[in-house]
């Protein structure tokens, strides 16, 4: 589904991804993985359209869309929650859901996606009239997540989804996670919570220093001593 092949992303001089490749296949879970800094933001923003590539090429359903721009991203069929969550936090629930339907195609769909991501967050119903910033950080994340699926994706990028929730949020925010993917959506999960991140993916990569230093399931990963030790956290 997504193809990326010797991927190099700057900013300015500073290199920060060095001749990265990866795929996610079609229904695939995947994640990436590894420490601060290793350039794992960087990544998931560049496939999402968000950062230009210096060389390289990303290649989507067979259609290459290196350069092609940003909101071009989005009507391919890449959906991108960032870090941060960056919601409309004076703006309703419903309002900042709305925002991920605006393409043609997911608008004419809205009523019947929005049903859907309520059942998949059942609490951001009594929500939906509320500001947004008047939620806890895990409801903003849900919507969040729902904002953008709200875009019908085949595609979801996540970017480090648990941060600063609890565990209890955290794990329920991982169900769900999964729940969209066999729903048929496609997922890329960048998260630094190892742990959770291994035990919904099919596949991993660990990223360090702006390059890619392994690949493969994650019981393969960490069944390697000196993987685990040095970018698992194991």
């Known amino acids: ?3 990326v092949h010797a991927l190099e992303v700057a900013y300015g001089a500073a290199r920060a991804l060095w001749g990265v490749s990866l795929s996610v296949r079609a229904r695939e879970l995947l994640c990436v993985v590894g420490p601060n800094g290793a350039g794992k933001t960087t990544l998931i923003n560049t496939l999402a359209g968000m950062l230009r590539a210096r060389s390289g090429r990303i290649a989507f359903e067979g259609r290459d869309i290196t350069r092609l721009a940003p909101h071009r991203f989005c009507e391919a069929g890449i959906a991108l929650v960032p870090e941060g969550r960056r919601l409309f936090t004076g703006m309703s629930v419903r309002e900042n859901l709305e925002l991920g339907s605006y ?4 608008k004419a769909r ?6 859907q991501v309520l059942e998949l ?3 951001l119903r009594e929500k939906l009239a509320s500001p947004a910033g008047e939620l806890s950080g895990g409801q903003q994340q849900m919507v969040a997540i729902a904002r953008a699926l709200m875009a019908r994706p085949r595609l ?20 769900a996670i999964r729940r969209i993917n066999a729903g048929g959506v496609s997922v890329l999960l960048v998260e630094q919570n190892v742990a959770m991140a291994m035990e919904v993916s099919q596949r991993a990569y660990v990223l360090e220093e702006g390059r ?12 390697q001593p000196e993987i685990a030790r040095a970018y698992l956290g194991v």
């Open 103 to 106: 393409l043609p195609g997911p």
């Open 1 to 3: 589904m997504l193809e």
């Open 110 to 115: 809205r009523r019947e996606t929005l049903a």
């Open 212 to 223: 890619m230093v392994a690949e493969g399931t994650p019981q393969a990963l960490l069944a």
């Open 121 to 123: 967050f059942p609490v």
């Open 156 to 175: 979801l990028l996540l970017d480090e989804p648990s941060l600063g929730l609890s565990p209890l949020i955290v794990h329920d925010l991982f169900a």
